[in-house]
């Protein structure tokens, strides 16, 4: 069954800790990418990969790392230098310019 | 990047009522894409258009792209309590810069 997984489904943190959102897909899409969304508003980018071992900042980020060591794995590190980071995060991924899919969401909270 | 305002922000419809968002821009967009986020759910692609007044139906939506390709619209007919959720627009042809939504409640 293909799809896009995202865990946890909900976090929490710490201030002052660094914590780590997990995505994997078995779709094998060459393009990945890590939205947040804040109550009531839409969708903004964080960071894409387009391939393995290439990533690039998308328009929210700072205060975020990712890596792309696989093809199907996109993990999202929030550190403390993100200032607001509760949030609902998404990962998606698709190949081309083709729809995009998204994983369930992990909600992260600080507390 | 480009831009897309999303309007309205919020709608509360009887059931059976009709719903329509919009989604506009200030530039010419290589695309659209519409998705369906249900509360508390992830977004779910709905269409993608591309052609300059393209208009695309499923069942009771139906979508239109803009003849200059600087708006469109998502049409329901008939509202039904599962068409709750929040309705988002997106353009761009890898990483998407979406719309601000449009939160559609409808009352049965």
């Known amino acids: 069954d293909g799809g896009i997984t995202q865990s946890p489904k909900y976090l929490f943190r710490k201030e002052g800790q660094n914590v780590t959102l997990s995505c994997e897909q078995n779709l094998n899409h060459d393009a990945m990418y890590w939205y947040r969304q804040d109550p009531g508003q839409g969708l903004r980018l964080i960071y894409y990969s387009q391939i393995v071992n290439d990533f690039q900042k998308g328009d929210i980020a700072e205060g975020y790392s990712v890596s792309r060591e696989k093809k199907e794995s996109f993990p999202l590190t929030v550190t403390s230098a993100q200032k607001n980071p509760t949030a609902f995060y998404l990962c998606a991924s698709n190949e081309g310019a083709d729809t995009q899919y998204f994983g369930p969401g992990t909600r992260l909270t600080v507390l | 990047g480009q831009q897309v305002m999303q309007i309205p922000q919020y709608q509360h419809v009887q059931e059976g009522e009709d719903f329509t968002t919009y989604c506009n821009s200030s530039t010419t967009l290589s695309n659209i894409q519409w998705y369906k986020q249900r509360p508390g759910g992830h ?22 792209f803009g003849e200059a390709k600087k708006n469109s619209s998502l ?31 409808v009352q049965p």
């Open chain 2, 43 to 64: 977004p779910v692609f709905l269409i993608q258009l591309v052609k300059s007044g393209e208009v695309k139906k499923q069942k009771r939506l139906t979508f239109q």
């Open chain 2, 75 to 105: 049409h329901i007919t008939a509202t039904q309590t599962t068409d709750v959720g929040t309705y988002f627009c997106g353009t761009g042809r890898r990483a998407l810069t979406f719309g601000s939504g449009t939160r559609l409640q």
